[in-house]
């Protein structure tokens, strides 16, 4: 099983960002997609989660600035984040649940919000 997660980087305050997510390899059908994040110093926070049914749910921090999404055909979970604050700069972490209960995550990608 392989969560691959491309897209982070280095943008400004303000700025906008897309992260994305594809499962690959042997993974039973997903149940719930989400990102978590670990800034510098800090525990691994949750930040967005959405079910098989599109339900989304967010933290405090990303509702209102943050945007998550999935494709169910192509295994796919993105997440849209706008009006990116310097405290949002995190490790942001891929994660997934099957019907099992079991989970499996990516390993990060870097989100810098600087100027």
């Known amino acids: 099983v392989q969560l691959v997660e491309p897209g982070g980087g280095l943008v400004q305050p303000g700025g906008s960002l897309r992260l994305s997510c594809a499962a690959s390899?042997?993974?039973?059908?997903?149940?719930?997609w989400g990102w978590y994040r670990q800034a510098p110093g800090k525990q691994r926070e949750f930040v967005a989660r959405?079910?098989?049914?599109?339900?989304?749910d967010y933290a405090d921090s990303a509702r209102g600035r943050f945007t998550i999404s999935r494709d169910n055909a192509e295994d796919t979970v993105y997440l849209r984040m706008s009006g990116l604050k310097p405290e949002d700069t995190a490790v942001y972490y891929c994660?997934?649940?099957?019907?099992?209960?079991?989970?499996?995550w990516g390993k990060g990608t870097l989100v810098t919000v600087s100027s």
């Open positions: 959405i079910t098989r049914n599109f339900a989304p």
């Open positions: 390899g042997s993974i039973r059908r997903i149940n719930t």
């Open positions: 994660n997934v649940v099957n019907f099992a209960g079991t989970d499996y």
